[in-house]
């Protein structure tokens, strides 16, 4: 270990990871895979310039590295999954009842509803992104929505369950890392997330009725699926395999065997309904990806996609922001900024302020959503007792601006899988993810009223008090 960073320091490393992302993206236009590298790197010499071995650091990476290798095995799997559902008709076949049911007036709202529904029930943004999110892009194209504002509404809603269902892992950690109970964290993130929810469905109601007066051309919409079954045995069959998948993230199958189940599920439609070939499917395109050969240019543009090569610009950038992840958590840089931060909470409203604050800035350096709820729960929920605010306040706030923020971050796991699921760039989408933008003001508004901030009574915060004594106990006994 080495000694403690000067603060200067550390906000130097921070200047040059925003100038260097700033630059490749805004004057590059580049990839952003070498501005983490550079600044992982300058971080580092920084690092050892205070005392830390390289070893150390080197292991912090990899430690880093291996939390988001879950996360790339089910991209590499989604890439997989996406091809095959393609081939298999599964994905036309949702597309082509979708065009059937929805009108452009109320697809947004629909969107963000369907989506909210699937991922309360499997407590997955990824999943719902990966399932009926692809499907509800090609349709909202079909009905002439701008795909920005589609994955906007895809992606709110699936953060909305991602936040709300027990089922969710982050829904699980945030009240782990606050010492709250899982039910009434749920049951306080009603009282944030419901009126969010509300307002972003108005705003999607609003953008929605802007295109439900434009003239969507139904003969275009026609054509489409009259392509889709000319070219693919189009059948409600079809729609089993993602019912199938979503029963098996409800019914807890861990991610990757779900997933892998679903890719199974669409070999088999691909061979039995569209008379794939098992070879080509099982190596080029379950590889490649599923290329679309219909002769209409809009089709073979939307279904052109998938396969597990697709996944390697995102798991490359995964790999590298965890490397300055792994550099900035390792030496305590981020922990750090988290102090002098918390120096500066004179209220209840300013301690809320900085807690959001803190997520965000570490689902930007460090990329990863976990750590945006795991290291300002840590850091700052002695702050929290000692104003004699509820456990529940805290883990509220982690939600609100920790996971809901996450996939607003280009290089953020989040951010990089759902722009690549859904095929829509991050800066593209980010405008009309009102749910995920909304959240942590309304969060911020109730810190500084003290609507809703619950207080401990006298008995509780007495009983927290000697809590933190034996656990201080404990720690210094384990330490001997």
């Known amino acids: 270990m080495g000694k403690r960073i000067p603060m200067w320091q550390i906000l130097l490393v921070m200047l040059v990871l925003m100038i260097t992302l700033m630059f490749t ?100 943004s990824w999943t719902t992104a990966g ?3 692809i499907a509800l892009i090609g349709v909202g194209t079909g009905l002439g929505v701008p795909v920005e504002m589609a994955a906007g509404a895809i992606i709110s809603g699936a953060y909305f369950g991602d936040k709300m269902s027990p089922l969710s892992d982050t829904t699980n950690l945030a009240p782990a890392m606050a010492g ?3 039910f009434d964290h749920v049951k306080h993130m009603i009282k944030t997330t419901g009126p969010s929810l509300i307002i972003a469905l108005i705003l999607f109601g609003v953008f929605g009725m802007g295109h439900a007066g434009e003239s969507t051309d139904m003969s275009q919409v026609d054509a ?9 045995f189009i059948s409600p069959i079809l ?5 199938l998948v979503i029963a098996m993230v409800v019914f807890k199958v861990p991610a990757l065997p779900g997933l892998f189940g679903g890719v199974i599920l669409g070999v088999i439609c691909a061979l039995a309904f569209q008379g794939a070939n098992f070879g080509e499917l099982t190596t080029i395109i379950a590889y490649d990806g599923f290329v679309s050969e219909t002769g209409n240019e809009f089709v073979d543009a939307l279904l052109s996609r998938g396969g597990f ?35 500066l909470a004179k209220g209840t409203g300013s301690l809320v302020l900085i807690t959001i604050i803190t997520c965000i800035v570490t689902n930007i350096a460090a990329s990863d959503q976990y750590l945006s709820i795991v290291l300002p729960g840590r850091m700052y ?17 982690l939600e609100d601006a920790g996971t809901l923020t996450s996939p607003l971050v280009p290089w953020n796991t989040c951010g990089t899988y759902q722009a690549t699921t859904l095929g829509v760039a991050t800066t593209a989408y980010l405008p009309y993810c009102f749910l995920n933008l909304i959240n942590p003001l309304v969060s911020l508004f109730y810190g500084f009223t003290g609507i809703t901030m619950e207080k401990m009574s006298d008995e509780e915060y007495e009983a927290c008090m000697r809590q933190r004594t034996l656990d201080a106990e404990l720690a210094a006994k384990s330490m001997e």
Not at 72 to 95: F, N, R
Not at 381 to 397: G, I, M, Y
């Open 25 to 124: 993206i805004i004057v590059a236009g580049g990839y952003v895979h070498i501005a983490l590298i550079v600044s992982a790197v300058f971080g580092a010499i920084i690092a050892v310039a205070n005392g830390f071995k390289w070893a150390y650091i080197e292991k912090g990476i990899i430690n880093n590295i291996g939390r988001s290798m879950q996360a790339i095995l089910i991209l590499l799997c989604i890439g997989i999954l996406i091809a095959t559902w393609i081939a298999g008709g599964i994905v036309p076949s949702m597309i082509y009842y979708g065009l059937m049911i929805l009108s452009p007036g109320i697809f947004l709202i629909a969107t963000c509803l369907i989506c909210c529904v699937v991922s309360l029930a499997t407590g997955s």
């Open 381 to 397: 929920k002695e702050a929290f007792e000692d104003r004699r605010l509820k456990n529940k306040n805290l883990s509220r706030v």
């Open 224 to 232: 489409l699926m009259s392509v889709m079954s000319d070219n693919f």
């Open 309 to 343: 090569s697709s996944m390697y610009y995102t798991v490359g950038l995964i790999l590298c922001a965890m490397c300055i992840g792994g550099v900035l958590d390792s030496t305590n840089m981020l922990k750090i900024v988290c102090e002098h931060l918390l120096k």
């Open 239 to 243: 729609i089993i395999p993602p019912l």
């Open 131 to 133: 399932t009926v999110g």
């Open 180 to 182: 709250s109970n899982l």
